[in-house]
């Protein structure tokens, strides 16, 4: 201890003294070490925000390229499906003229009923009078409902393939 201090103040305040100053020490440390860790979280934090933006980044790449390729492919089936449909409809007119008739009623409202996806009416399905319409007003209207059908399912087909893919992305970029 400082020999002047020795007789001159008293013992409790030494005691004071001497807790006061472990005290600073111990807030001193402790304010160091607190400084220390946030800057180390900061750090981290930041480190973390650029590896989850560049994940975000290359997952955005990727992504487009899915994008591009599932449009791509189901635009060039819509194109298919929309010349077969044509070209089906064109070759109506070859159907020679002697095979066309009209249809029934009962078949009429059979078909109607079932495109809208109701139940067909059993007095009128047996309704065998003509309709007026004939075979091959009857086959366009099928060759375009078959053509939309066919369209809806590509399309269908396609959003599927385009979720599967996106999963897989995601997958692989939380893998890592």
Known sequence: MIP???SVVPLPYKILAGVLLIGAVAG???VKGYTHAENKYELEKAKFAADSERKFNE??????????????????KKVYI??????????????PTRTVCDLPNGWVSI???????LHADATTAADGTAS?????????????NYGTCHETAEQLKSL????????????????K
Not at 132 to 144: D, H, K, P, R, V
């Open 4 to 6: 002047f201090l020795g």
């Open 28 to 30: 001193f440390g402790y």
């Open 59 to 76: 997952l955005l790449i990727k992504k487009n390229k899915v994008d591009i390729q599932v449009v791509t492919e189901y635009v060039e």
């Open 82 to 95: 929309t010349k077969w449909r044509e070209r089906n409809a064109g070759l109506i007119d070859e159907i």
């Open 111 to 117: 078909h109607n009923s079932s495109a809208a996806g």
């Open 132 to 144: 007026g319409i004939n075979t091959s007003e009857a086959l366009g209207g099928i060759i375009q």
């Open 160 to 175: 599927q393939k385009w979720i599967r893919e996106q999963g897989k992305l995601v997958e692989q970029s939380n893998a």
